[in-house]
T-cell receptor, first 112, second 117 residues
Framework: DQQVKQNSPSLSVQEGRISILNCDYT??????FLWYKKYPAEGPTFLIS?????DKNEDGRFTVFLNKSAKHLSLHIVPSQPGDSAVYFC???????????FGAGTRLFVKA | EAGVTQFPSHSVIEKGQTVTLRCDPI?????LYWYRRVMGKEIKFLLH????????ESGMPNNRFLAERTGGTYSTLKVQPAELEDSGVYFC???????????????FGSGTRLTVV
C-alpha cells in the first residue's frame, strides 16, 4: 500500500513559467515532508522540506505548500529553468526515528 | 567532504548467483539506509542502520537479502541467490542523525544498477 502518491508521472512546462508538482499521502502520522530532485545516473538530492506545523516553506525559486486536512503537498518552482528538468520525489516521515517513505516520482521537462 | 560512495555502479548477474553491493557513507554519519527503486516505481525502503545495529529491517524482501555494517562504517548488501525480480537500482543514503534527516534529508549515493538475467 503506497502511503505517498505522486499521480502525475510527467509534467512539461515552458521555461520561465511555474511548475507545480503534486503529492498526496495517506498516513496522518507523517510530520515531516521532503522533496528530492534526481538527475539520470545520480542519486536523489535533497531540495526542500516542511514540517507539519507549517503550511508553507520557501527557498529561492522553490516553495512547498502543505494542506494537512487534504493530506496534500505541492512543490512550486518559479521561474522554471531548463536545468530543473529532472525527476522529483515527494517523501514523508514520522518523528522518532521512523523511516522516510518515498513516492514514485514526477519527471519534469522544462522546455527552452 | 566525500559523498556517499556505492560500488559497483552496475552489475549484471545470472539468476541464482550471488552479488554483494557496498556502500561507504559520509564519515561520521551514524545513520545508513538502503533503498531500492524498480523500473520507475517508488523508492522503497529496505533497512536502516544506526552505527552497526539494524534499527529497522522491515523493508527487506526476504531472507535472500543480508545487510551488514562492519564497525559502524561501510555497509554491504548481499543477495543470495539472486532472482529476476531483484533487478533494480539500489541506493544507499546516510545522515548524521534522525532529526537532521527530517529537516535536511539524506545524502544519497549514485546507486548500483543490478540486472538479474
Amino acid at each position: 500500500d503506497q502511503q505517498v502518491k505522486q499521480n502525475s508521472p510527467s509534467l512539461s512546462v515552458q521555461e520561465g513559467r511555474i511548475s507545480i508538482l503534486n503529492c498526496d499521502y495517506t498516513n496522518s502520522m507523517f510530520d515531516y515532508f521532503l522533496w528530492y530532485k534526481k538527475y539520470p545516473a545520480e542519486g536523489p538530492t535533497f531540495l526542500i522540506s516542511i514540517s507539519s506545523i507549517k503550511d508553507k516553506n520557501e527557498d529561492g525559486r522553490f516553495t512547498v505548500f502543505l494542506n494537512k486536512s487534504a493530506k496534500h503537498l505541492s512543490l512550486h518552482i518559479v521561474p522554471s529553468q531548463p536545468g530543473d528538468s529532472a525527476v522529483y520525489f515527494c517523501a514523508a516521515s514520522q518523528g522518532g526515528g521512523f523511516k522516510t517513505i518515498f513516492g514514485a516520482g514526477t519527471r519534469l521537462f522544462v522546455k527552452a | 567532504e566525500a559523498g556517499v560512495t556505492q560500488f559497483p555502479s552496475h552489475s549484471v548477474i545470472e539468476k541464482g548467483q550471488t552479488v554483494t553491493l557496498r556502500c561507504d557513507p559520509i564519515s561520521g554519519h551514524d545513520n545508513l539506509y538502503w533503498y531500492r527503486r524498480v523500473m520507475g516505481k517508488e523508492i522503497k525502503f529496505l533497512l536502516h542502520f544506526v552505527k552497526e545495529s539494524k534499527q529497522d529491517e522491515s523493508g527487506m524482501p526476504n531472507n535472500r537479502f543480508l545487510a551488514e555494517r562492519t564497525g559502524g562504517t561501510y555497509s554491504t548488501l548481499k543477495v543470495q541467490p539472486a532472482e529476476l525480480e531483484d533487478s533494480g537500482v539500489y541506493f544507499c543514503a546516510s545522515s548524521p542523525g534522525q532529526g537532521e534527516a527530517q529537516l535536511y534529508g539524506y545524502t544519497f549515493g549514485s546507486g548500483t544498477r543490478l540486472t538479474v538475467v
